[in-house]
């Protein structure tokens, strides 16, 4: 049997500066339907989201084993999906791990994680918060089903309200798109956040072909910043390095002139990071929960 937590290595990828923990995807797939997804790219019929099969009876024999260790919620898939205000896997997943003692971290782009608070502050945890813009219609061509940037700021504050630390996720960045986000980093600054993670679009041949759809202009003018000077990794191509260190000190240079720490996501610009590029540094200790 495949084991339903494991350690976060994401394809053994030097770029990963995340610190050491464990990870599992209580779905498999993800309804959101973001077009700049990269786990499309090798999880098959990604769209058709659906719960992991004896998820819980399996949860819970490993959880037993773990020994206070921090658990990440999810890496390739949200824990949030539009299905989970139905199923409640993901909140009966958190009960196991909290009965378990394990630190969480959760990672989302829906507001729905504010429903778990109850559970969330019974241990150490963290809620890492994926807002791309501020901007509502554009959120909507790019994450055409998730929940909008309003219900999500307004999902930090009541999460910050309720003692839970949050950090927000400016991921990804696509040139032309939405690459000015002063206005969303004040939103957040005076909302109370102290940290950013950030990384850019990285395009892969199917996340590329929805955005070619989406915004076929775009697309014609970034297609020679990726395709002719752009950077190879892995199965993924990246803007050019020199592009991608502008883009991203930028927006470290705002989240410092705003008071927050930054980190960058899997881009090789690790001297960028102010603290830890995944926001753990927020979890409170176990003493103070």
């Excluded at 999810?74 to 993901?90: C, K, M």
């Excluded at 829906?110 to 241990?123: E, G, H, Q, W, Y």
């Excluded at 929940?147 to 996720?169: C, E, F, M, N, W």
Aim: aromatic share 6%; charged share 25%; proline share 7%.
């Amino acid at each position: 049997m495949v084991p339903l937590i494991s350690s976060f290595d994401p394809w053994r990828s030097g770029l990963c500066t995340c610190p050491p923990k464990l990870t599992f995807n209580p779905y498999t797939g993800c309804d959101h339907q973001c077009i700049y997804c990269y786990a499309s790219g090798y999880i098959p019929n990604f769209k058709d989201c659906h719960p992991k099969k004896e998820a819980l009876a399996q949860l819970k024999r490993e959880a037993a084993k773990l020994k206070g260790e921090t658990v990440s919620i999810s890496n390739s898939s949200d824990p949030y999906p539009r299905v989970e205000a139905t199923e409640g896997l993901t909140r009966r997943c958190l009960e196991i791990l909290v009965e378990s003692k394990c630190k969480i971290q959760i990672i989302t782009k829906s507001n729905l994680v504010t429903r778990d608070d109850d559970l969330l502050i019974k241990v150490p945890a963290t809620v890492a918060l994926t807002i791309t813009t501020h901007d509502n219609g554009l959120a909507k061509l790019i994450e055409p089903f998730a929940p909008s940037p309003s219900k999500r700021l307004r999902a930090v504050q009541d999460l910050t309200k309720a003692g839970i630390p949050v950090s927000v996720r400016i991921d990804p960045i696509i040139p032309l798109v939405n690459d000015q986000p002063q206005k969303l980093i004040a939103e957040l600054a005076n909302i109370g956040v102290k940290h950013i993670t950030c990384s850019t679009y990285k395009a892969k041949a199917d996340n590329w072909m929805r955005l070619t759809a989406s915004m076929p202009q775009v697309a014609e003018k970034l297609k020679p910043l990726y395709f002719v000077r752009g950077e190879k990794i892995g199965g993924s191509t990246l803007l050019p390095k020199e592009f991608r260190y502008k883009i991203l000190k930028g927006v470290r240079d705002l989240a410092e002139v705003n008071g927050m720490k930054f980190g960058v996501c899997r881009e090789g610009l690790a001297q960028l990071n102010t603290a830890s590029c995944d926001g753990s540094w927020l979890m409170p200790k176990a003493k103070d929960v």
